[in-house]
């Protein structure tokens, strides 16, 4: 499997206003392709906590980007998402998890713990590459757009799913 294209990472991103989020969320950090995107589009007073399991990618992320204050690389699952928080929800979260490879019951916990990590109105960006995770994000969200991006190998299936209040 090849990284996430730099277009793909654009397109995910854009349905989202970063320049004006005070925290955001990433779901797998990877080597940092979503994780660079982001901080070039945050504001100077926001954060991004970036989540990622494997440690070593964790420490790679550490080390490559470390030094921007804004960015906290957390060793830990995505599950975990609310106990670092710290009682602000997050404006936004993009996720380039495998959910349809997940167990349903760890990928259940983890889109769970996005919902009720997101603010009200917020929205969840999510990379795949399989459609077959949309209904269960409609199910989920208020509001899910739907995008297809052919450019990166393999073709990313992009969904923005809008936190509506309930």
Aim: charged share 25%; glycine share 6%.
């Amino acid at each position: 499997m090849l990284p996430t294209s730099r277009r793909a990472v654009r397109d995910l991103l854009d349905p989202a206003d970063l320049s004006g989020a005070r925290t955001v969320v990433e779901f797998g950090a990877g080597t940092g392709v979503c994780t660079r995107e982001i901080l070039k589009r945050l504001g100077p007073d926001a954060r991004l906590l970036a989540f990622e399991l494997d440690r070593s990618l964790a420490r790679l992320v550490s080390e490559e980007l470390g030094s921007d204050p804004r960015l906290r690389v957390i060793n830990d699952s995505a599950e975990n998402v609310t106990l670092y928080l710290e009682d602000e929800p997050a404006d936004v979260i993009v996720s380039a998890l495998p959910f349809t490879t997940l167990p349903a019951e760890l990928r259940r916990s983890v889109l769970g713990a996005a919902h009720r990590a997101l603010a009200p109105g917020g929205i969840f960006l999510v990379l795949q590459y399989s459609p077959l995770i949309r209904a269960e994000l409609e199910a989920l969200f208020g509001g899910v757009r739907f995008r297809f991006s052919p450019l990166n190998v393999p073709p990313a299936f992009l969904f923005a799913c809008e936190k509506v209040p309930r």
